[in-house]
């Protein structure tokens, strides 16, 4: 019944997706662009529903209040304190040790510019993530102006700056969002 949901979604919002075989492993941390819409949202989690992948993705802890905090945790929420010092990297790869499967879904900030704004270069916390679990980035995207979407490729991370300029390239020939990248780092 879910996944029929899931269709249905995808044909209301006239959206073809597609999903590359033999990206997905057990463990990876999936990185979406355009985050534009909340619509985006939902197709994601319409895609993951389709392809019985158990996502779970960081979410302001504020969120988790009332009638809210049930729905949440239900698709995968993790409450985060934004304003802590809590170190999240560290807990996410205990998550991933501590777990046989674990797909985290994060849609790296900046992402979302609103009209006529100039775009930040996207914070690197998924990379770090991906680096210290030692477990794959995975690209997902949904393109509101083609009409497509889907999971296309993945990474396993070994430099920021290069792996960055790497992503930047792979999500162009998907999309129009022309990622902004943080200036290299030196030494």
Do not use: C
């Amino acid at each position: 019944m879910k996944k029929q949901i899931a269709k249905m979604a995808f044909k209301l919002a006239g959206v073809e997706y597609h999903v590359e075989p033999n990206i997905l492993e057990d463990k990876q941390v999936i990185i979406g662009f355009e985050h534009t819409t909340m619509m985006d949202a939902v197709l994601s989690i319409a895609l993951f529903e389709i392809h019985d992948i158990k996502i779970h993705t960081l979410i302001k802890k504020e969120l988790f209040k009332g009638p809210f905090k049930p729905l949440l945790e239900g698709v995968g929420g993790i409450p985060v304190d934004r304003k802590s010092n809590q170190d999240i990297v560290s807990q996410m790869v205990e998550q991933f040790e501590n777990n046989q499967k674990f797909n985290l879904v994060i849609a790296p900030e900046a992402t979302r510019a609103k009209n006529g704004e100039s775009r930040r270069p996207i914070r690197t916390g998924f990379w770090h993530i991906a680096k210290a679990a030692n477990v794959p980035i995975v690209f997902l995207f949904v393109n509101q102006k083609t009409k497509k979407g889907g999971i296309f490729g993945k990474l396993y991370p070994s430099d920021l700056d290069s792996d960055l300029a790497q992503i930047k390239a792979m999500y162009k020939e998907y999309t129009e969002l022309d990622i902004v990248i943080p200036e290299p780092v030196t030494v």
